[in-house]
């Protein structure tokens, strides 16, 4: 993040941070190597550092933890006691601070060559073939050649119905439904989540109006497919 971009970031209470940082720590526990946010977090009488792991609304407590000499170390911070956060460790998150001011742009290491979104879907039909015992076809929707950022969903969107067929694998009837009523899913990008089915063919679109933020959950997506079987 640049000075420049900095100076757009606007004021925030401790409470919208933590949400944020929580949605951070949402999307990268997700990853290979997750890059967790690293807070100080000081309270009316201490200060704490480390990792940034987890938000519990109800109970109001933040989680952190770090590791020294393979020695982890766990801190429960009351969210009433907090009287300042300090973030590092977000550079690529800034549009998350930025209440939209700063507009999201991966990184390009995350952005998959349209090559790689191919061999992605073939490796994720071996899977379905797999889990499943039917040949299942998968296609990616679009208009024209599909921008960076186009390309970076679509890439979330494999992973996500990755997630999602192992729990429709795991369960004996969601399975047989699925065997007998699809042989195709296709999915698309667009501004809300649906699912409609015709002919064998379902034809999913995952909103992306919010980014990653407006993905459907697993479970979700699930229930989606179901709805139409």
Do not use: W
């Amino acid at each position: 993040m640049d000075y420049k971009t900095m100076l757009q970031l606007p004021v925030l209470d401790t409470n919208e941070v933590i949400n944020i940082l929580q949605e951070i720590a949402d999307i990268e526990r997700k990853e290979d190597r997750p890059r967790m946010p690293k807070v100080t977090i000081c309270t009316h009488g201490d200060s704490a550092t480390g990792f940034f792991v987890n938000y519990d609304a109800e109970k109001k407590v933040v989680f952190l933890c770090d590791i020294y000499d393979r020695d982890a170390q766990f801190q429960y911070i009351a969210v009433h006691t907090i009287s300042s956060i300090s973030l590092s460790n977000i550079n690529k998150y800034g549009y998350l601070l930025s209440k939209g001011k700063i507009p999201f742009t991966p990184d390009s290491s995350e952005i998959p060559t349209g090559l790689q979104l191919k061999k992605d879907i073939k490796a994720l039909e071996l899977e379905f073939k797999d889990a499943l015992g039917k040949d299942i076809s998968i296609m990616y929707k679009h208009d024209g050649t599909p921008e960076d950022l186009d390309k970076y969903y679509a890439s979330k969107v494999i992973s996500l119905l990755k997630e999602t067929l192992s729990k429709i694998a795991s369960d004996h009837l969601a399975k047989e439904a699925f065997t007998a009523a699809i042989s195709t899913v296709e999915f698309a990008l667009g501004n809300k989540n649906t699912s409609t089915l015709n002919k064998n063919v379902v034809a999913l679109t995952i909103d992306i109006t919010k980014g990653l933020k407006s993905f459907p959950k697993a479970i979700t997506l699930q229930s989606l497919i179901e709805k139409g079987l």
